[in-house]
């Protein structure tokens, strides 16, 4: 009822009233409407939302590519990761390097890949095996023939040294003794000078020469010359009788 009285007596002032008030009492209306009404700049914000979706859609690829930078970098960290386990591979040594040549020879020929063979009965293999034999000899008897032939041409390497015999040594005594059978014993004077003191020493020696003919007499100056061993005492050979004893 108070609502009704209300309204009555707004009406009843608006009729009353001129063209001017029912113009500020539009503007009045259009004022609270205003207000109502949320600002522009709110309203702005209020539909940014909506507006932002789309932009954020957009903003998606960026960490779609800076995943895709990561996975180079990634893949850069695992080959250097790598890199190191090679080199540490190629630094370890090889225990198979300590082995024998014989040894090391087995193995590889272990890790061939083998074909089975079909079974064999035992004259098959004998004759096999004599006919690997036979290709073997041949294959050495044509390797000797060409290390023959190749023998044959002048070497350039150091020329060998010429062989020159050894003169045999000759000396001159008397004899001292002829009483051996085909034996003389003959001394031989040595006169030298003293390195040191410059004295002339004088020594001799006697040695047992061959005499084939009984040639040479006690005191004859003779020659003798070295040989082969006659006796057990005997190197010498009797050359010439020089000076007969007086």
Sequence with gaps: MAEDEQKKTQDDSAETAGPDTTEEAADLTRSDTSSSAPPADEASEADSPADDAPAASDEQPPPAEEEKAEEPAAE???GDSEAPAEEKAEAEPNPED?????ERRRLTKSRRPHKSR???????????????????????RKQRAAARDGKGEAGTGTPLAERVANSAKVRRGVVV???????????IDVVRRHPT??????????????DERNEANEGDLVQVVETRPLSKTKRWRLVEVLERAK
């Design 76 to 78: 850069a960290e695992a």
């Design 98 to 102: 300590d082995l024998p040549w014989k």
């Design 118 to 140: 079909p079974q064999q009965s035992p004259e098959e293999r004998k004759a096999e095996r004599l006919a690997a034999r036979k290709r073997k000899a041949a294959l050495r």
């Design 177 to 187: 003794s002829d009483r051996g059978e085909k034996s003389i014993t003959v001394r």
């Design 197 to 210: 003191y410059e004295k002339v020493v004088r020594s001799s020696r006697t040695l047992h020469a061959h």
